[in-house]
């Protein structure tokens, strides 16, 4: 079954801080990762997409990791700042051709402290 | 903004009554999604669209109607609801629906509150 999991489910941090949010996944075949940020009340905005033969992917103060052979990806936040705090979504496509399905996490809720 | 826009934002309806969601993209996209999101469950996809056919219906029950009239609109039209339903009802749009595609920019959403 095509899953994906992300830990924790919720983090508070304090502002400046740095911290590191996980995704695991069994998906097959595998296409592509994505890491999405929601803000309360909004729509989900993509930060990074990553491909099998991608390591790693950086967008300003977040960078995305990926371990094709355990299935784990991770994004790090950087000097947090209270904009951070948002639900962080990871997402999987799954397939090598045709019609492309997305495996959704159920997020990560980041709550940056002042 | 993502150049997805829905509305209303916010919806209240009873349960005998019928609403209707809009949903309108301006980025020329190709192919355009209805997802379910409740508390604490991944993203739902209802329904795809591409090039105003359905390509994808994951056994929603009949009370949700999509309708798609072009490629940059797209309707979800509700009757007779269960309180259940309850949830926030996102659009996305992207450029196609194959793998590889570029990745599905979505709207800000549309609270819906089933009384």
């Known amino acids: 079954k095509n899953q994906v999991e992300q830990s924790p489910q919720s983090l508070i941090i304090l502002e400046g801080k740095n911290c590191t949010l996980q995704?695991?996944?069994?998906?097959?075949?595998?296409?592509?990762l994505r890491w999405y940020k929601q803000d309360t009340g909004r729509g989900p905005v993509s930060l990074t997409i990553?491909?099998?033969?991608?390591n790693t992917k950086s967008n300003g103060r977040y960078t995305a990791t990926l371990d094709a052979d355990t299935k784990q990806s991770s994004l790090h936040i950087t000097a947090s700042q209270l904009s951070d705090s948002a639900s962080y979504i990871c997402?999987?496509?799954?397939?090598?051709?045709?019609?492309?399905?997305?495996?959704f996490g159920t997020g990560t809720r980041l709550l940056v402290s002042p | 903004e993502t150049g997805v826009t829905q509305t209303p934002r916010h919806l209240v309806m009873g349960m005998t009554n019928k609403k209707s969601l809009k949903c309108e993209q301006h980025l020329g996209h190709n192919a355009m999604y209805w997802y379910k999101q409740s508390a604490k469950k991944p993203l739902e996809l209802m329904f795809v669209y591409s090039l105003e056919e359905r390509v994808e219906n994951n056994s929603v029950p009949s009370r949700f109607s999509p309708e798609c009239p072009n490629s940059s609109h797209l309707f979800l039209h509700l009757h007779t609801l269960q309180p259940e339903d309850s949830a926030l009802y996102l659009c996305?749009?992207?450029?196609?629906?194959?793998?590889?595609?570029?990745?599905?920019?979505f709207g800000p959403g549309t609270r819906l509150l089933v009384l």
């Open positions: 990553m491909t099998f033969s991608e």
């Open positions: 995704c695991n996944y069994t998906v097959s075949p595998f296409s592509n």
């Open positions: 996305a749009s992207s450029q196609g629906t194959q793998v590889r595609q570029e990745t599905q920019y």
């Open positions: 997402v999987v496509s799954v397939g090598d051709t045709g019609f492309q399905k997305l495996v």
